[in-house]
């Protein structure tokens, strides 16, 4: 039980995705820009991520079996564009409330690095199936996590007037994004 | 839409429409690959490869495939091409397949393949959708070679492997990392800015520009706040 506790962590702090590890930048600096986007965008992807998972990991053991592992990039990204289209029918369908809340981020989903990133790095680190699924879910815990903390900094900084013009827009978010990826450096180290 | 020159189409990803400086998309490879010249090169020309191969046959597919299924369609075409890339480096260039790593594969979702799919190639001819594929491809790669350069001078002293500044004074390494990754690009992006005449250009935000449906939601409906995923 202690592994998986270690291995949320892990993916939270150290090994943050979009501060450490440059996965799911685009929504990253995109949808902070206040704290509900933020929040429903991290919850979403975080659910998209351990679904994902839970479906390529055995899809990945297939493929070995039968000597074409090969396929992996083809395979994994049409199955998460299906799975998240399926998704978004089912919530449409029963879970009105949820849909509304969410499902707006679902079709940008696809095409965000962070879930196929997960997929293959649990491949790729050779975790087992229920360390896959932790492995994920840590994933967008990090990811929701940052995202507050990003929209948390950027409801601050709505006045622009006192910054360089060059600086106005984009690169200020990048520096921010620098200053928290460095603070989260400190955390390098917890575990080895 | 004007008609544009061959050239202008060429020179458009260059600078004018330089996909991460000026669209702000396919940010996480810049971040990623641009650690070392050797690098952000080897991303950029597999990134390239697979923008123009890509373009070529989505251009061709153009009047075939239906309108309403047409992003899983782009989406396999450009899966297949960054497999065969992907197969290819590993097979020829192993040293650069175990640096870029993950980022590999991650071609497969890098916003601008999918963002060019869409917002010329299923609407311009094979040849000025091939040329697009190149102008973007030299825009991106010129962008991770001069981030690369920054970062591994500072950061190592180095440049392509040849020692430069590292007689004179110590690598920051922290330049290589996370932290100087995110702080070069804002420098970069700022200077563009900074030197770029139009001065009405400048994003405030992430516009629906680069975004894959930009086209199903003219309202920004679908996009909260014009994220690019």
């Not at chain 1, 659910?47 to 479906?55: G, I, K, N, Q, W």
């Amino acid at each position: 039980m202690i592994k998986y506790v270690i291995i949320i962590i892990s993916m939270v702090l150290v090994n943050n995705y979009p501060l450490a590890q440059f996965l799911g930048i685009c929504p990253f600096l995109g949808v902070s820009k206040d704290m509900d986007s933020a929040t429903g965008m991290g919850i979403a992807v975080t659910f998209v991520m351990v679904l994902a998972t839970a479906v390529t990991w055995p899809i990945q053991q297939l493929l070995n079996s039968q000597g074409i592992g090969y396929l992996q990039t083809v395979v994994f990204i049409l199955v998460i564009a299906a799975l998240v289209q399926l998704i978004e029918m089912f919530m449409k369908k029963n879970m009105v409330g949820l849909y509304k809340s969410l499902g707006i981020y679902l079709p940008l989903i696809t095409t965000n690095c962070a879930v196929l990133g997960v997929c293959i790095s649990n491949i790729d680190s050779g975790y087992n199936y229920p360390q896959s699924l932790f492995n994920a879910f840590g994933a967008g815990l990090g990811f929701l996590f940052a995202m507050i903390i990003m929209a948390g900094v950027r409801s601050k900084l709505v006045d622009q007037s006192r910054i360089p013009k060059s600086f106005q827009g984009v690169p200020i978010i990048l520096i921010t994004a620098a200053i928290m990826s460095l603070s989260f450096m400190g955390f390098g180290g917890m575990f080895s | 839409m004007e008609k544009k020159s061959k050239l202008a189409i060429l020179a458009n990803g260059l600078i004018k429409e330089n996909p991460v400086l000026v669209l702000v998309i396919g940010t996480c490879p810049t971040l990623a690959t641009s650690t070392s010249v050797t690098n952000g090169f080897g991303m950029g020309i597999s990134a390239m490869a697979v923008l123009v191969c890509s373009n070529i046959v989505i251009s061709m597919l153009r009047k075939i495939i239906p309108d309403s299924v047409r992003i899983p369609c782009y989406i396999t075409v450009i899966a297949g091409f960054v497999t065969i890339v992907q197969l290819v480096v590993k097979a020829f260039a192993p040293a650069l397949d175990k640096s870029l790593g993950l980022y590999l594969p991650l071609i497969v979702v890098n916003c601008i393949i999918l963002g060019r799919a869409e917002m010329f190639a299923n609407k311009n001819s094979i040849f000025d959708s091939a040329l697009d594929g190149i102008g973007m491809g030299l825009g991106f790669t010129l962008t991770l070679v001069v981030m690369g350069s920054i970062r591994e001078l500072l950061g190592s002293g180095t440049w392509c492997g040849i020692p430069v500044l590292s007689r004179i004074m110590p690598g920051m390494s922290i330049m290589t990392l996370v932290p100087g990754g995110f702080f070069v690009y804002a420098i970069v992006m700022a200077f563009v800015h900074y030197i770029t005449t139009d001065k009405s250009k400048i994003k405030d935000g992430f516009g629906c520009d680069g975004c894959a449906s930009a086209d199903e939601c003219s309202d920004g409906s679908a996009c909260v706040k014009g994220e690019v995923a």
